[in-house]
DNA sequence: CAGTATCCCAACGGATACTG
DNA sequence: CAGTATCCGTTGGGATACTG
């Protein structure tokens, strides 16, 4: 057959692109997910939508601008989706798209990495200081 | 037994830390690992120590400066080794702790996630400035 | 080769004030 | 409530020059 599967297509894509090249697109979205507020906010999601002032009040001293300004970015790219009820006072919902869900795994295990990791950190850094 | 395992005494810890939270540490370590530079030195890591000019070579475009600075920070956090061998010119190379090698698939995949993914992020972001 | 030290500009990102 | 706009200090990070 001449037909290509999804899965294939992605695997190609994989091939193709390559983060270690200065000029590579992924260079640019790889920047987008490193991102300590993208991380927070995709690891928020994982049980389903949240409001705004929900997000805002998890995501302890994310200031208003940063978090409206990562919310856009990752709406952008795809990862999830912003719906607005037309009531008073507003009231909008953010939700990850199925491209977020395929995402979400990836970013909490890095926020659980560290907070299961946070005293070996502490401990090396402690090594690290005593010998400088 | 009074005894605790390794892997109980991590699992406190992701009980006791709390990235949502601003003041708890776990925020700023979550700061150096989203970061790009970061992921791309420890993804590169993962085959085996490199020197400096190996990574320097391997992840293209990023300067003198900024590797360096990533490289002591990981190290301090100790998710990697230097190890300076005097001769001349001085070679210095860079291995993954066994902490570094448990960090690694985690970089890894947020990697290969923006390569495997990227064709689906354009079309996104296509729809989206499409209608704006 | 590996690294330090400056210089310097652009961006990041918080604080505050204002709008539908 | 959700968001925009502005101001403004801090940091990020490249370029360049110099050292063991």
């Known amino acids: 057959m001449a037909t290509t599967t999804a899965g294939q297509r992605r695997e190609q894509a994989r091939?193709?692109?390559?983060?270690?090249?200065?000029?590579?697109?992924?260079?640019?979205?790889?920047s987008t997910l490193?991102?300590?507020?993208?991380?927070?906010?995709?690891?928020?999601?994982a049980g389903g939508p949240q409001?705004?002032?929900?997000?805002?009040?998890?995501?302890?001293?994310?200031?208003?601008?940063?978090?409206?300004?990562?919310?856009?970015?990752l709406e952008r790219d795809g990862v999830l989706t912003r719906t607005v009820t037309a009531s008073v006072p507003t009231r909008v919902d953010y939700e990850l798209t199925p491209l977020g869900h395929d995402l979400n795994p990836v970013?909490?295990?890095?926020?659980?990495?560290?907070?299961?990791?946070?005293?070996?950190v502490f401990q090396a850094r402690a090594r690290y200081d005593a010998r400088s």
């Open 15 to 30: 091939r193709d692109y390559d983060a270690y090249l200065a000029g590579c697109p992924t260079r640019e979205l790889l």
């Open 34 to 45: 490193t991102d300590k507020w993208a991380a927070l906010v995709i690891a928020a999601l």
């Open 107 to 120: 970013m909490v295990s890095i926020k659980t990495w560290a907070e299961t990791n946070m005293d070996r």
């Open 51 to 73: 409001r705004h002032s929900e997000l805002a009040r998890r995501i302890a001293g994310v200031s208003q601008k940063m978090l409206t300004q990562t919310l856009r970015t």
